[in-house]
């Protein structure tokens, strides 16, 4: 085993909860809104529950958006109650804003922009990764 | 005992459920203990009595009830996805409801990430 599959089990075996990714923009497909559920339940039973926005996903943290134009329930206004249900561990990547050329405007507080590596490290630190 | 859980958001049309299936199958015939699987998203219409798939295409429903009978793999399908997708799950009337699969809701994911070693999404 080399040193960093050493370093990917030992990360795996002290586990720090389940890490959502969300890579589609919110108002195309219910992937945004189902992958908020699973963050609310995982809140609401106190476990550990880390959200990723990269790809397209950037596009649910950024501010002035109005989902009922499309007549669309705005399922983006209850990331404001991340906190209620303590989830605090809100991070995005940059790179995919750059691309996107899109700025740190976010419609919530505490989120983490960071570098892919700090990305993908983020990311490794957690026991289980669902993707929507 | 290393333990998984695996997640299914796939229709049962999907050529990702036989991958599941077959991931699924080879975990089960090694051996491990694989403590259920969870339907999400359009992975809940497997649980849908009136899905019909031509004779000569991949029967996958056929194949998650047959590994549900020969390993007694737990089947979990989200109530709040299927009623979504006109699966009814009204306890008296749930003939919509294949039987192999549990009507079951996201607090079973929860139950099931925190107890598997290992959690696969298809």
């Known amino acids: ?132 | 005992m290393k333990t998984l859980a695996v997640v299914v958001t796939t229709p049962p049309y999907s050529h990702l459920t036989i991958t599941a299936l077959n991931y699924v199958e080879a975990a089960l015939q090694a051996e491990v203990e694989v403590i259920g699987v969870f339907f999400y998203q359009d992975g809940v219409m497997h649980a849908n009595q009136n899905i019909s798939i031509a004779s000569d295409e991949y029967q996958a429903i056929q194949h998650w009830q047959r590994l549900h009978q020969n390993y007694q793999l737990p089947l979990h399908i989200c109530i709040t996805a299927a009623e979504k997708r006109g699966i009814v799950c009204d306890a008296l009337d749930n003939e919509k409801v294949n039987q192999a699969f549990t009507v079951s809701g996201l607090g079973e994911l929860v139950e099931l990430t925190t107890k598997a070693s290992r959690l696969v999404q298809f």
């Open chain 1, 1 to 132: 085993m080399t040193m960093i599959d050493t370093q990917v089990c030992s990360n795996v075996e002290d586990g720090n909860g389940l890490a959502i990714i969300n890579s589609k923009a919110p108002f195309s497909s219910a992937y945004g809104k189902d992958a908020l559920d699973i963050a609310l339940i995982f809140g609401s039973f106190e476990q550990k529950v880390s959200l990723f926005f990269q790809g397209d996903g950037v596009y649910q943290l950024i501010d002035n958006q109005d989902g009922s134009l499309l007549s669309i329930k705005d399922y983006l206004k209850t990331f404001a109650a991340f906190e209620f249900y303590d989830i605090e561990d809100i991070y995005v990547c940059h790179q995919s804003l750059a691309n996107r050329e899109l700025d740190e405007s976010f419609h919530i507080e505490g989120v983490n922009v960071l570098q892919s590596i700090e990305f993908s490290e983020a990311l490794n630190q957690h026991a289980h990764i669902l993707r929507f």
